[in-house]
């Protein structure tokens, strides 16, 4: 007998063989997602997931959700406007790093300025993957990429510092190989309101282990893994990432703060009294 | 449908042009807006700031044009009439997600309120040099429909028009205003609720399972549904199937992207509107739009006294473009005369409909300020021969 795919009721399985590599670790962290969703509490017709451009892009179109994929960089304003419109929906962004820190980076750091109770999953596999391996800005310094021939001489961002410093009120980081910890993490992210952060360090077997000759996507993946060291509450400054040295993973932030909707809504309350109507979505 | 009462500020009213604008989105039932500050644009985001709170709804001023563009099609998918407002510079942000709203086939209404251009150009001072920015702007094959109110009232009446348009054909609408149409200020009268006609928006009746989201009707505009209702669909600005699902050939394009210009084309009939005065037996037409059109005005009287058969055309749903009407006018007419605030924009358009049939004459404007109304007449005096 053949068996199901244990997250099959949530995958569109008439779109699977997936256009992922062996080994790589976008799947891995869907999987993790679709784990957590599974054995939350939420109603799942209200959960979306909303996906920009690139390899970790495709990941809405495999989840069985309303899901919807959308143009490079900008999953985070459409989420913002989905889930303003309809605050009883739950929305998730899934996209990798390019995509979201990149041509998405202003959109981040507002999105998480404002509060706005979202979750961004951001697989971070330190390169644009589905393009063939340009430098991004998650691209660790002296690893090499198509548009960086010689090294990388940029210096990366550090997103769970980026995330933090901007507002996120929920950060954390682990790699794809951390199975029960990032579904643990999605988990927490799905009870929480506000703008959560996860950023999942990734092998992208085929073109940045590659072209870096860090092995196959496996090895790499064990390799994140086991030099990695969980340090829940370490300061966000202290984790960035060097080429090929100790990834820093754990919870780093935590803290309650109010939405943007429960901003505007305490402050309209209070300044417009009586006049002030509430919104709820609609439907 | 009729409107919601709760968004019509019924009245007779003295507003400019954007404020119209703004409460022509209430009155529509528009509920989200996201915006970014730009003149001459910015008033309409400011009214429905003030008013939304006290309306029920919500604005949120995004970081840039880029993320506007697309937080209003977020709103839309989750069921929510949605609107964003800018000038020429955010409008060429925007094209990105005017290209997503076509492919998505989401219910939005874009409005730009003209100004100077190219780059930073003529912030506070009228120009009509994105009309064919609007038709062409973004990437790829697609048709849009844009209207080109030309007073603050019908500011109010085609923002209207404008959602209602969107509703029906399932496509992003453009309200093409301009700094003029936007900054004067005129008695506006604002209807009743019950006296106002919405179109509301064309849900599926078919259940999750059997729903296909590109589907389309006979009217080739497929039912919608919106997040949160149990169809757990997907939509992907990837060339895409009747499901919905990215398909990466020819024969998924062709069906898809001929659709999607037909969509347009077949019920243009339907869509577009002119406003036609004394054209029988006109030796020449003005063909005109938006603050333009009443500024023709005044030529056309003059030239009228000098005894000039002169006919005017004002386009008010500027694309589609009637086509079939030029055609059928450039047999009976020896001029067209079209006076537009830019180097030759929709005058392109009536020379290839008039095919040589009848003459056709741009009275060119770099914008700053609308035409010299003599500039007009002269060219319909030499028109005419
Ligand atoms: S190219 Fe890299 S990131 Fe993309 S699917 Fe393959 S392994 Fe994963």
Redesign the pocket.
Known sequence: MKKEHPGAPLLRMDRIPH???P????GTTLNCLISALSASKLDLDKVSVVSGIG??GRGAGYIKLDSFHVTHGRAIPFATGLKLANPKLKVIVFS?DGDIIAIGGNHFIHAARRNIDIVVICVN?FNY??TGGQVGPTTPLTANATTMPFGNYEKPFNLPYLAESSGAVYVTRWTALHIRRLTGAISETLNKKGFSFIEVI????????RRNKLGD?LSLMKFYHDNSEIKHGANTRDVNIEFQKKIVVGKFVDIEKPTFLEARDEHYRRVLGEKYQPYGGIG | MKADPKGVLTGSHYLDGDHACCEGALAAGCRFVAGYPITPSTEVVERFSARIPRVGGIFIQMEDELSSSIAILGASWAGVKSMTVTSGPGFSLMMEHIGLAVMLETPCVYVDVQRGGPSTGLPTLPSQADMMQARWGSHGDYEVIAISPSSPQECFDMTIDAFNLSEQYRTPVFLMMDECVGHMTEKVVIPPADKIEVTPRRYTKLPPGKYLPYKPDRDLVPPIVKAGDGYRFHVTGLTHNEKGYPVMSADCQETLVHRLVDKIRVNAKKIIRYEEEKINGADVIVVSYGITARVAQQAIELARKDGVKVGSLRLVVVWPFPEKRIRELAGKTKAFVVPEMNYGQIVFEVERCAAGRAATFLVPHGGGTTHNPEDIYKKIMEAAG
């Open positions: 256009i992922w590599c080994t790589c670790g976008i390899c970790t990798g596999n993957a589905m990734s092998p992208c077997s085929t073109i940045y282990a996507g």
